[in-house]
Nanobody, 113 residues
């Protein structure tokens, strides 16, 4: 069975950094594109970053230059390095297998002083 487990969220001050991890099991990880999404209270879930099986990445305009998505196929893990965090980055962050309908449980990121 497919399982995605996120970790690395928490409370951080504006300007700080966090690294999120998502470990996948039950899939041929290297064959799939992976995505990070986020959902803030009262807002729709939105794409933050995506990484193709080839390693090609794309980002939401709001996080370009601050966030970096990467993957380690040997560890079945996708990462989201988040720098220069802003209060508006506060949300629950989810990883997903792009286009396959599998989601993790989410990890809370709160940016506040």
């Amino acid at each position: 069975q497919v399982r995605l487990v996120e970790s690395g969220g928490g409370l951080v001050q504006p300007g700080g950094s966090l690294r999120l991890s998502c470990v996948a099991s039950g899939i041929a990880f290297r064959a799939y594109a992976m995505g990070w999404y986020r959902q803030a209270p009262g807002k729709q879930r939105e794409l933050v970053a995506r990484i193709a099986s080839t390693g090609i990445t794309n980002y939401a305009e709001s996080v370009k230059g601050r966030f970096t998505i990467s993957r380690d196929n040997g560890k079945n893990t996708v990462y989201l390095q988040m720098n220069s965090l802003k209060p508006e980055d506060t949300a629950v962050y989810y990883c997903c297998i792009d286009g396959a309908g599998y989601w993790g449980q989410g990890t809370q990121v709160t940016v506040s002083s």
